[in-house]
């Protein structure tokens, strides 16, 4: 049984890895584990990436990785307002082509310690209060008060932080690319169940 298992995670390896690197993988969970801390790590590196980028790029990238999600819709629009005068809104998407239901995005690119508060929410209601909008997400790089977290429920706003953000990001595929797909097998009890041939 431990050579089978052996076999089946030689053959899921890139060619070239050698017999020593197989030894130090010893179960499912252990792949599991490292995959996760590689893509933790990658996480990190978007965080610092996006730290890096100018406002225009991050209110680019948010409304992206919404589409990505499919909130857009198969018919819908996404418009990035202008970075001057935008009223409190940084992305529409229109999820169908007549824009009756729409998605109001705020996008805010913040250091880790910059901590957003519940009169940053109450501003964006403000926003969406104006133009009659009962949908609207929030996103920032860093994380939310306790209070910006109960006026947002309150609202009805969707909060999005730093951590969220890099997770979906990874998950939806956007800012990377899959570097590798493994493929890890156990025997199908089933198939060899003799009551079901």
């Given at each position: 049984?431990?050579e089978l298992?052996?076999?089946?995670v030689?053959?899921?390896?890139?060619?070239?890895?050698?017999?020593?690197?197989?030894?130090?993988?010893?179960t499912?969970?252990?792949?599991?584990?490292?995959?996760?801390?590689?893509?933790n790590?990658i996480?990190?590196?978007?965080?610092?990436?996006?730290?890096?980028?100018?406002?225009a790029?991050?209110?680019?990238?948010?409304?992206?990785?919404l589409?990505?999600?499919?909130?857009?819709?198969?018919?819908?629009?996404?418009?990035?307002?202008?970075?001057?005068?935008?009223?409190?809104?940084?992305?529409?998407?229109?999820q169908?082509?007549?824009?009756?239901?729409?998605v109001?995005?705020?996008?805010?690119?913040?250091?880790?310690?910059?901590?957003?508060?519940?009169?940053?929410?109450?501003?964006f209601?403000?926003?969406?209060s104006?133009?009659?909008?009962?949908r609207?997400?929030?996103?920032?790089t860093?994380?939310?008060?306790?209070?910006?977290?109960?006026?947002?429920?309150?609202?009805?706003?969707?909060l999005?932080?730093?951590?969220?953000?890099?997770?979906?990001?990874?998950?939806?595929?956007v800012?990377?690319?899959?570097?590798?797909?493994?493929?890890?097998?156990?025997?199908?009890?089933?198939?060899?169940?003799?009551?079901?041939?």
């Amino acid at each position: 049984m431990a050579e089978l298992q052996k076999r089946q995670v030689t053959e899921i390896m890139d060619v070239g890895e050698t017999d020593e690197s197989v030894e130090k993988i010893d179960t499912p969970r252990k792949i599991t584990k490292e995959a996760t801390d590689f893509n933790n790590q990658i996480a990190t590196e978007l965080h610092k990436r996006i730290l890096e980028s100018d406002p225009a790029f991050f209110e680019s990238l948010v409304t992206k990785l919404l589409e990505a999600m499919n909130y857009k819709g198969p018919n819908g629009t996404v418009e990035i307002t202008p970075l001057t005068n935008d009223k409190g809104i940084d992305g529409i998407i229109n999820q169908d082509p007549l824009g009756t239901r729409t998605v109001y995005v705020q996008a805010k690119r913040y250091a880790t310690e910059n901590v957003v508060q519940r009169p940053a929410i109450q501003a964006f209601y403000g926003a969406l209060s104006q133009i009659h909008a009962d949908r609207g997400v929030f996103i920032t790089t860093s994380s939310f008060s306790k209070g910006a977290v109960e006026a947002a429920t309150s609202f009805s706003i969707v909060l999005i932080d730093g951590i969220q953000l890099t997770d979906l990001m990874l998950q939806y595929h956007v800012g990377v690319q899959v570097k590798q797909t493994l493929q890890l097998f156990e025997v199908d009890e089933d198939f060899f169940d003799l009551d079901t041939l």
